[in-house]
T-cell receptor
């Protein structure tokens, strides 16, 4: 079966660091994506990992361990505008760029 | 316009109505997708089109009927829907190429309410 787990909700303080975890058990794996989705808006791409290790893009970093079926998204220097849902998605090996999503983590950033 | 645009943004329809959702991508991609996003549930892949050919139908009920007339346009025709079909319907596109697929780009979605 296909299973992607991430916490439902998290809260953090402006200026702090937060780590959002994602674990997956899928029949195939061809990369892992993180998307950000503000309420009522389109999901937007944040990061992509296909090999083990850390990918850094400004305030956002994402880590992957394929042997553990585990990824995290690290957000530094949190801003109020980072309040959003963060979606973890695994690309299926079957081709055509099909994505299997987790239910998303709703992050609330407080002053 | 750039990116992926969807119309309408909001739609309320009765269970006996017929309506269509429209999606257009201006990115030159060769693959388009319909996803369903229900409250507190993961995005569910419904249909995949690659070069206008449907390559995936994820056990979607026949009351949802996709159409892809060309690689830039995608429709979702709706008829005799049920209240549980109320959700956000997201369209996406990507460039599929051997070993180097791009990330998926999403539209803002159509918020559908079935009454």
């Amino acid at each position: 079966g296909q299973n992607i787990d991430q916490p439902t909700e998290m809260t953090a303080t402006e200026g702090a660091i937060v780590q959002i975890n994602c674990t997956y058990q899928t029949s195939g794996f061809n990369g892992l994506f993180w998307y950000q989705q503000h309420a009522g808006e389109a999901p937007t791409f944040l990061s992509y990992n296909v090999l083990d290790g850390l990918e850094e893009k400004g305030r956002f970093s994402s880590f992957l361990s394929r042997s553990k079926g585990y990824s995290y998204l690290l957000l530094k220097e949190l801003q109020m505008k980072d309040s959003a849902s963060y979606l973890c998605a695994v690309r299926d090996r079957g081709g055509y760029n099909k994505l299997i999503f987790g239910a998303g983590t709703r992050l609330a950033v407080h002053p | 316009e750039t990116g992926v645009t969807q119309t309408p943004r909001h739609l309320v329809m009765g269970m006996t109505n017929k309506k269509s959702l429209k999606c257009e991508q201006h990115l030159g991609h060769n693959a388009m997708y319909w996803y369903k996003q229900s409250a507190k549930k993961p995005l569910e892949l419904m249909f995949v089109y690659n070069f206008k050919e449907q390559t995936e139908n994820n056990s979607v009920p026949s009351r949802f009927s996709p159409e892809c007339p060309n690689s830039s346009h995608l429709f979702l025709h709706l008829h005799t829907l049920q209240p549980e079909d109320s959700a956000l319907y997201l369209c996406a596109s990507s460039q599929v190429r051997q070993g180097a697929d791009t990330e998926a780009f999403f539209g803002q979605g159509t918020r559908l309410t079935v009454v």
